[in-house]
């Protein structure tokens, strides 16, 4: 199976669907999207709900999984109505930050009040980081600023505070939880989760998840200059994390923000979490049909550090050319694949601590014999109980995965194929990013498409009643992914019913 030649990506991409995109979800699926977006700063819920359900009947159309995420707006904080519609500030002005029910028309006012969560001294910057103010002094609604640099304000122009610190419960505003009734109605595979801050807002989301008994998963989206002080602990939370370098460029600096999404994928990959690179990333197609030189290096750039996803927002959400960019991004990602992974790059650099010190299994047997009529088998069972006891869960898990990754590189294998009930076992072997796909067998649809928007991952949903490998493989002979004399690593658990019990590495041979 040559992954390239096939059109296989690794990379995945994500696409923000909107007006331009509503009715070509289908088209922007076969030209190469894993996830849809749904952007929940725009649009109301009947909205959403046609196109989650246009992009489940275009999935199944087209026999893939495809990720829903329902991205929530967070506490996005906006200027209100100003009089005439915009002012000119000027450096030096002291300007007022209003929200009482009394504001004066000499005042700003704003949509949420941070009165008291600011201090003398803090950064606020308005029109999105065009305009930077001082905190001079706050009382009971009222923020008196210092403009830092002149510039034009506008109604609902946004604001950024990067030294201020929000309580958990201040990240889920009124609208996001009216929103979450979105997602407990439809079960939504992901919720990208804004303005994260610690690791206690993911903790915060998942109780309320788990109190309507969802089993969705979270992206915490990395934008605030206070996250990027607990990017750790707040990846460990997690479940997936976008490098979001819009807002994060405005907290921090232009600079520091490829720096700062260095750091984000060696712990995504550290803590086996897919890793989401968004904004810009082909802002000039909004417009026009080409890139520029820069966007497509920008793309190359992110396979090169072994990103999951990259992501695309107002390029198909409402640009001219959203079909056309998304098989642009398909282009360039195999393009870049072809080199970066083959010649294995910077895609290696993995933290050593995500090894463990033996990756030799604790217990060996081996039997041989022949499976159905096309393939034969050599078990090696890896003992995952001594395993663990060993070398810890996180260890023996990752033990696991290396040795199926080592084996299948020792015989030249197409595929890895992981069985899995919750997408443990793809996500630990994605981690460590194989240079074969993944063929990733769940008995969920649910997995199945969580799983589309990991790294070198192909889900295929399964029933539990069947020899899993024998009908995947079948499959994937078919389509011609497979022919005779190949080899295929398969890595699953004894015990079908236990999830994360992977223990066992079959070695197939196409025959």
């Not at 005439?84 to 450096?91: D, F, H, T, Y």
């Not at 023996?396 to 199926?404: D, F, G, I, R, Y």
């Not at 994605?430 to 199945?448: D, F, N, Q, T, W």
């Given at each position: ?8 990506k690794?990379?995945?991409i ?8 509503e009715?070509?979800?289908e ?19 009947s909205w959403?709900?046609d ?31 100003l009089?005439?519609?915009s002012?000119?500030l ?14 004066q ?11 008291a ?34 510039g034009k304000?506008s ?7 990067p ?9 889920i ?19 990208a ?28 989206k ?10 750790e ?33 060696k712990?995504?990959r550290?803590?086996?979490k ?49 079909v ?34 033996s ?36 260890a ?19 595929i890895?194929?992981?069985?899995t ?6 996500l ?23 799983m589309?928007?990991?790294w ?9 009643k ?46």
């Amino acid at each position: 199976m040559n992954p390239h030649a096939s059109g296989f990506k690794k990379t995945k991409i994500i696409a923000t669907i909107g007006p331009a995109s509503e009715e070509k979800i289908e088209q922007l699926l076969a030209a190469g999207v894993n996830g849809v977006r749904l952007n929940f700063s725009h649009g109301a819920h009947s909205w959403h709900k046609d196109i989650l359900t246009k992009a489940r009947i275009a999935a199944k159309k087209l026999d893939r999984s495809v990720a829903i995420i329902q991205d929530l707006q967070g506490p996005k904080i906006r200027l209100g109505t100003l009089p005439n519609g915009s002012i000119e500030l000027k450096a030096g002005q002291k300007i007022q930050l209003c929200h009482t029910k009394n504001c004066q028309p000499s005042q700003f006012p704003i949509q949420f009040d941070f009165s008291a969560l600011v201090k003398k001294g803090d950064s606020i910057f308005l029109r999105d980081g065009m305009v930077k103010t001082k905190v001079i002094s706050s009382n009971k609604g009222v923020v008196t600023v210092e403009v830092q640099n002149s510039g034009k304000v506008s109604s609902n122009h946004g604001l950024n505070l990067p030294d201020t610190v929000f309580d958990s419960k201040s990240i889920i505003t009124t609208k996001d939880l009216k929103d979450l009734e979105f997602t407990y109605q439809n079960d939504v595979d992901y919720i990208a989760l804004s303005f994260v801050q610690t690791a206690n807002d993911i903790y915060h989301v998942k109780k309320l998840l788990a109190a309507h008994k969802r089993d969705t998963k979270v992206i915490a989206k990395i934008e605030t200059k206070v996250a990027t002080t607990n990017l750790e602990s707040i990846i460990m939370a997690t479940d997936a994390v976008m490098i979001a370098r819009g807002d994060l460029a405005i907290e921090t600096s232009n600079e520091d923000v490829p720096l700062i999404g260095r750091e984000i994928i060696k712990f995504a990959r550290l803590y086996k979490k897919p890793v989401i690179m968004a904004t810009q990333m082909l802002e000039s197609m909004i417009s026009s049909p080409q890139p520029t030189r820069a966007e497509v290096a920008d793309i190359a750039s992110a396979v090169n550090l072994g990103v999951s996803c990259v992501m695309l927002s107002g390029e198909t959400a409402m640009g001219e050319y959203p079909v056309q960019t998304v098989e642009l991004m398909k282009r360039v990602i195999l393009k870049s694949e072809s080199y970066f992974v083959q010649n294995r790059l910077e895609i290696d650099l993995i933290p050593d601590k995500s090894l463990p010190s033996s990756v030799l299994p604790v217990e060996y047997t081996q039997e041989v014999g022949l499976v159905e009529r096309f393939i034969t088998q050599s078990r090696k069972t890896l003992g995952r109980a001594a395993l663990s006891a060993k070398l810890g869960d996180e260890a023996a898990q990752t033990s696991v995965s290396l040795a199926a990754i080592t084996l299948a590189q020792q015989v030249g294998a197409k595929i890895i194929l992981a069985e899995t009930l919750t997408g443990s076992t793809a996500l630990a072997i994605s981690a460590l990013r194989p240079p074969m796909p993944i063929i990733i067998a769940s008995p969920s649809e649910k997995v199945c498409n969580q799983m589309a928007i990991v790294w070198g991952g192909k889900p295929f949903l399964v029933s539990k009643k069947h020899h899993i490998s024998a009908g995947i493989i079948k499959k994937l002979v078919v389509k011609k992914s497979l022919e005779k004399s190949d080899w295929v690593v398969q890595a699953f658990g004894k015990n079908h019913n236990v999830a994360g019990g992977t223990d066992t590495i079959r070695l197939i041979e196409v025959v």
